[in-house]
């Protein structure tokens, strides 16, 4: 990572760095042709068919993908050279974008044939976004994350308003098969510009994580972190409250505004202008409102706007309110994906990162199945409204279980110094389990303590990868206690000491804090054993 020193903390600062700014420019060209994919799929489909659902899957199609493959996704990011599997996500977005252009050509695309290629064009989207998501910390110093990713959000907006005006334009001008057109030459060139990027390779004397193993480690280091439930809890509810106006808006248009393509491309970029807007000024912001804040405010200011979007049936009036609700989107999207960044090692971040995308778009592929079902039975206006008060509603339920913190974890990578001997055994990477055991002496009267302590440890260890974890009283010896924990195998036990950070070293220093023997903590490891060509049965199945 840069220098700390290296960038002002400022709204620009990121785009000082060459590396980041190329794959900033790279990013910005990628979110147009998913923008510009949208619209025009999605403005397609009301000539195809005159069901609402339909019209809303087309985002359902778009965003499922990363719902269904964000995790395996993440765990190749994290295991494989990012930059290939950055670029070769572009070439794939091309030839989805090539198949909708020839098919639309030839005048044989089909409502389910349409969201079927939407669909691939979202398989794309699952497979880049974690890797961009886990790359850019390693690019810029950790005092300018936030306004990297503030950045990262001004170019999907601007991408918002760029895709749509251009893709309005093409779609009264030429045809949806142009738009699809354009879409892969951008493609094309954001490929270009991926490989001209230079990654530094991964050091570790250790072999590659296996695929199935890394997909678990990832889920399971989300799942023991407290703080990353909350972030993926409230991404999920904001998104499917939200989702609903951005899904049914081509159908606010044609029905409440009597508008067509010129009108639905205005209301997208008015909110995309919103949303850069705010974005901007979020360094301002953030020296007087936390995390939370962000939120809550995000949320009631989005869910009104929305509101005046369908209850006001005047174009002038639903602009300005499309502009306050990208405003609105940005702020909360911002504030909720600087606490997921700042929430994960380096180590698993594609993969945390692909979890948190996954909350975010199974939040918004839920929204557009829900309030497209809602609108189909009730109407369009009553769907929006519903969910603007569903919304700011379940905010209020949640908000004591799920608030995000205002204070990060320092994960900053702490090197570890072995006191272990090397095993007296020949032992093959792939044999294990591993059990580890380590013994405490504690003060009795301070048991109610260590055991606080050591569920932060259960957590920890179970985040660093471990199968299982246990803690131990001796029956005879009160003051003693054993610790056990699980890996999956030696080359597993040997990258816990790569995984750790420098909050897994202040856990330990406070564990240590209530040992009252004389020495320090005695630790055994074992490894399971073959009997009659089986493994023991200690080993877990």
Same mark, same amino acid.
């Given at each position: 990572m840069p220098n700390e020193t290296d960038v002002s903390p400022s709204a620009l600062g990121p785009l000082r760095q060459p590396m980041f700014r190329m794959l900033w420019i790279a990013w910005l060209a990628a979110n147009i042709t998913m923008w510009m994919n949208d619209v025009a799929a999605a403005w397609l489909m009301t000539s195809l068919t005159s069901s609402a659902f339909m019209v809303a899957m087309v985002q359902a199609a778009s965003t499922l993908p990363v719902f269904v493959l964000g995790l395996p996704s993440g765990a190749l990011a994290d295991i494989i050279d990012r930059r290939k599997y950055f670029a070769a996500t572009q070439l794939w977005i091309a030839v989805a974008a090539i198949l909708l252009c020839g098919l639309a050509l030839a005048d044989a695309l089909t409502a389910e044939l349409l969201l079927a290629l939407t669909f691939a064009n979202g398989i794309g989207l699952a497979m880049r976004w974690p890797v961009f998501a886990a790359i850019i910390p390693d690019i810029v110093p950790r005092r300018d994350l936030p306004a990297a990713l503030a950045l990262n959000g001004v170019a999907m907006n601007m991408s918002?308003?760029?895709?749509?005006?251009?893709?309005?334009?093409?779609?009264?001008? +030429?045809?949806?098969?142009?738009?699809?057109l354009l879409n892969a030459l951008l493609s094309i060139f954001a490929f270009v510009m991926i490989l001209r990027w230079k990654s530094e390779p991964k050091l570790s004397a250790l072999p590659g994580e296996r695929f199935l193993a890394a997909m678990r480690? !990832?889920?399971?280091?989300?799942?023991?972190?407290?703080?990353?439930?909350?972030?993926?809890?409230?991404?999920?509810?904001?998104?499917?409250? =939200?989702?609903?106006?951005?899904?049914?808006?081509?159908?606010?248009?044609?029905?409440?505004?009597? !508008? !067509?393509?010129?009108?639905?491309?205005?209301?997208?970029?008015?909110?995309?202008?919103?949303?850069?807007?705010?974005?901007?000024?979020?360094?301002?912001?953030?020296?007087?409102?936390?995390?939370?804040?962000?939120?809550?405010?995000?949320?009631?200011?989005?869910?009104? =706007?929305?509101? @005046? @979007?369908?209850?006001?049936? %005047?174009?002038?009036?639903?602009?300005?309110?499309?502009?306050?609700?990208? #405003?609105?989107?940005?702020?909360?999207?911002? +504030?909720? %994906?600087?606490?997921?960044?700042?929430?994960?090692?380096?180590?698993?971040?594609? $993969?945390?990162?692909?979890?948190?995308?996954?909350?975010? #778009?199974?939040?918004? +592929?839920?929204? /557009? /199945?829900?309030?497209?079902?809602?609108?189909?039975?009730? =109407?369009?206006?009553?769907?929006?409204?519903?969910?603007?008060?569903? !919304? *700011?509603?379940?905010?209020?339920?949640?908000?004591?279980?799920?608030?995000?913190?205002?204070?990060?974890?320092?994960?900053? *990578?702490? /090197?570890?110094?072995?006191?272990?001997p090397p095993p007296a055994i020949d032992i093959e990477p792939d044999e294990g389990p591993v059990m580890v055991t380590i013994?405490?002496?504690?003060?009795?009267?301070?048991?109610?303590?260590?055991?606080?302590?050591?569920?932060?440890?259960?957590? +920890?260890?179970?985040?660093?990868?471990?199968?299982?974890?246990?803690?131990?009283?001796?029956?005879?010896?009160?003051? $003693?206690?054993?610790?056990?924990?699980?890996?999956?195998?030696?080359?597993?036990?040997?990258?816990?000491?790569?995984?750790?950070?420098?909050?897994?070293?202040?856990?330990?220093?406070?564990?240590?804090?209530?040992?009252?023997? *004389?020495?320090? *903590?005695?630790? $055994? $490891?074992?490894?399971?054993?073959?009997?009659?060509g089986r493994p023991d049965a200690a080993a877990p199945r």
């Open positions: 918002r308003i760029i895709g749509p005006v251009v893709a309005g334009a093409l779609l009264a001008g +030429a045809g949806s098969a142009y738009v699809f480690v !990832g889920l399971q280091h989300v799942m023991q972190s407290p703080p990353m439930r909350a972030v993926l809890a409230r991404i999920f509810l904001f998104f499917l409250q =939200s989702t609903s106006l951005t899904a049914l808006l081509p159908l606010v248009v044609r029905d409440l505004h009597a !508008g !067509g393509a010129t009108a639905y491309t205005s209301l997208l970029a008015a909110m995309g202008g919103g949303a850069i807007l705010a974005a901007l000024n979020l360094e301002r912001l953030r020296h007087r409102l936390e995390r939370e804040d962000f939120v809550h405010w995000g949320t009631l200011v989005h869910a009104a =706007s929305a509101a @005046v @979007v369908v209850l006001v049936p %005047t174009l002038w009036v639903a602009i300005p309110a499309m502009f306050a609700a990208g #405003m609105a989107w940005i702020a909360t999207a911002n +504030a909720l %994906t600087v606490a997921a960044q700042m929430g994960l090692p380096n180590w698993v971040r594609a $993969r945390g990162m692909s979890i948190y995308q996954m909350a975010l #778009m199974g939040g918004s +592929a839920a929204g /557009a /199945a829900v309030w497209g079902y809602v609108a189909n039975l009730t =109407s369009v206006t009553t769907s929006i409204l519903v969910a603007s008060v569903v !919304g *700011p509603l379940v905010l209020l339920l949640t908000r004591r279980h799920a608030r995000i913190g205002a204070h990060d974890v320092d994960h900053s *990578p702490a /090197a570890v110094v072995a006191t272990l013994e405490y002496l504690i003060d009795p009267a301070r048991a109610a303590d260590f055991n606080a302590v050591m569920l932060e440890t259960r957590r +920890a260890r179970l985040r660093q990868g471990a199968l299982s974890w246990g803690l131990f009283r001796d029956t005879a010896r009160p003051e $003693r206690y054993i610790e056990y924990f699980l890996d999956e195998n030696w080359i597993e036990h040997q990258r816990r000491l790569e995984r750790f950070t420098a909050a897994d070293l202040g856990l330990r220093e406070r564990r240590l804090a209530f040992h009252i023997g *004389p020495e320090a *903590p005695l630790m $055994r $490891r074992y490894v399971a054993e073959t009997v009659d």
